[in-house]
């Protein structure tokens, strides 16, 4: 195949992430245009530029169905691969973007609307980028891709002191993390002698021990991603320091790059026995220490942006315990991704509803604030129920079937032994901790509060984000293969 043919094909598979880029890019130069002055119709400028943008998810949308998915599996184009990981990529990225661009419809920040949506849409390109990378190269670009324009969101959605704080915080650390993930792929070209992932993984069976390393070197620059222990420290921070829909997207935008970074790196059951003996028993660590640390934090906090944040530290535990079983030749690699989706509608099904509280001129920041808020806002407390319903775990929700999955690929791990069983007995352990301080939050929702005033200020683009995850929540359970 010539250069000019892969140029083709690839463009041709990657249509939808280009637009994306292309539309995201427009909106960050329609910027100059769009000066703000005190005659400016914000209004008019909010409904317009989320119309836009949902116009370019759209768009991307049909090029993804008009390009189709047959054969999928057998382009390999140098830079990209094009399989069912990245099409399970794709569709991640059209679930979370349909519902952050309704949560931020009524939320973006009035002076920088034109900045805001330009970053979300480079944010929603960058996941099938790095979902169909096949090269070091495009995989990092694609990575930046998204951590660039979330240190932008960072500044520009919250300017007071804890809002400096939290995206210089969220800045440093990335750096941070950067140097690690950019130093295990440098060992991993040096091991090889090539950027590509195919002729990578292929030669985990080598038996050099260097490989491990490099390893465990690109696993540290992704764990900050990922929210993974001991790189999960900027989370409580940010999360208290930005505003309820931004955090909404920094719990799944970049998990959902982090992980499908780690399934194309490591790959499904590629691992030799040199390279596996050391990272199996690392992402069981990882998994295992980083479920204990979110579940136990989380129970003490009285603050729900932090207890939001060590709960999406817990869930990456629960994602890591998938990798392991997808690395594993007998696992199925749609468990992962099958939790991911239930993940994206239950966490921003929930912040939804809190955004829709806040912006009807109640507090969300506390778990207290939110006492007796069904008699003040029902539609959102639904919203709320399901969600902390399906965080737990419980059946009637895609959370059930979602850690059911999880927890059925560890016990049917053979290759584990014994540690299958200590690994799902802790898994059970921390679900019940988890529910502990998720039914907290929800018994509060339905205490009585005669002195709150109802909430009757009406956001139409945050009701229909809840209630779209909240519809999703309980149909997945019953139909549980739509999720994969």
């Not at 190269?137 to 979330?150: A, M």
């Not at 596996?276 to 989380?298: E, K, Q």
Request: glycine share 8%; charged share 10%.
């Amino acid at each position: 195949m010539d250069t000019l043919q892969v140029i083709k094909n690839s463009a041709a598979h990657l249509s939808p992430a280009i637009a994306l880029l292309i539309g995201g890019s427009l909106l960050m130069c329609a910027s100059i245009f769009f000066r703000s002055g005190v005659k400016r119709d914000v209004h008019g400028q909010r409904n317009l530029f989320a119309v836009l943008s949902m116009v370019t998810l759209v768009v991307a949308v049909l090029l993804s169905l008009y390009r189709g998915t047959p054969q999928l599996d057998k382009y390999d184009v140098g830079l990209f691969r094009f399989d069912s990981g990245a099409l399970a990529a794709e569709r991640l990225t059209f679930l979370g973007g349909f519902i952050l661009i309704l949560m931020s419809w009524s939320t973006a920040p009035a002076t920088r609307l034109c900045e805001y949506y330009g970053c979300l849409l480079v944010m929603l390109s960058a996941i099938p980028i790095v979902g169909a990378s096949n090269d070091l190269v495009s995989l990092f670009l694609g990575l930046e891709l998204l951590s660039i324009p979330t240190y932008v969101m960072l500044g520009i959605v919250k300017t007071d002191n804890t809002g400096a704080e939290a995206a210089l915080k969220y800045f440093m650390l990335s750096a941070f993390a950067s140097c690690f993930f950019l130093l295990g792929l440098s060992y991993l070209y040096g091991v090889v002698g090539s950027t590509n992932l195919t002729v990578i993984q292929s030669d985990y069976d080598n038996g050099k021990r260097l490989m491990a390393l490099a390893l465990l070197l690109v696993m540290c620059g992704l764990s900050f991603r990922i929210t993974a222990v001991p790189f999960h420290f900027y989370a409580p921070d940010v999360f208290d320091g930005t505003t309820v829909t931004l955090a909404g997207i920094m719990s799944y935008l970049p998990k959902v790059a982090g992980f499908v970074a780690l399934v194309r790196l490591i790959g499904t059951g590629g691992l030799g026995e040199s390279a596996s003996s050391v990272i199996i028993p690392v992402l069981l660590t990882c998994a295992a220490i980083t479920m204990c640390v979110g579940n136990f934090l989380a129970t003490a906090q009285n603050n729900l942006r932090r207890l939001l944040a060590y709960s999406s530290v817990a869930h990456t535990g629960y994602l890591l315990l998938a990798l392991v079983a997808l690395v594993r030749q007998d696992a199925d690699a749609n468990v992962l991704y099958s939790y991911l989706a239930a993940y994206a509608a239950m966490t921003l099904g929930m912040f939804a509803c809190l955004g829709e509280i806040e912006a009807a001129g109640g507090n969300s920041h506390l778990i207290g604030d939110l006492t007796g808020m069904f008699y003040r806002r029902p539609a959102a407390t639904i919203g709320l129920t399901v969600s902390l319903i399906s965080l737990i775990g419980l059946p009637l929700t895609a959370g059930f079937w979602a850690k059911f999955m999880v927890f059925a690929g560890i016990v049917a791990d053979n290759r584990a032994g014994s540690w299958s069983i200590f690994m799902a007995v802790l898994m059970a352990f921390n679900a019940v901790i988890a529910a502990g301080y998720y039914w907290r939050v929800l018994s509060t929702l339905f205490e009585k509060n005669a002195a709150k005033t109802p909430l009757r200020v009406f956001r139409p683009s945050l009701f229909f984000a809840y209630t779209i995850c909240t519809v999703l929540t309980i149909v997945w359970f019953f139909v549980p293969a739509i999720m994969r």
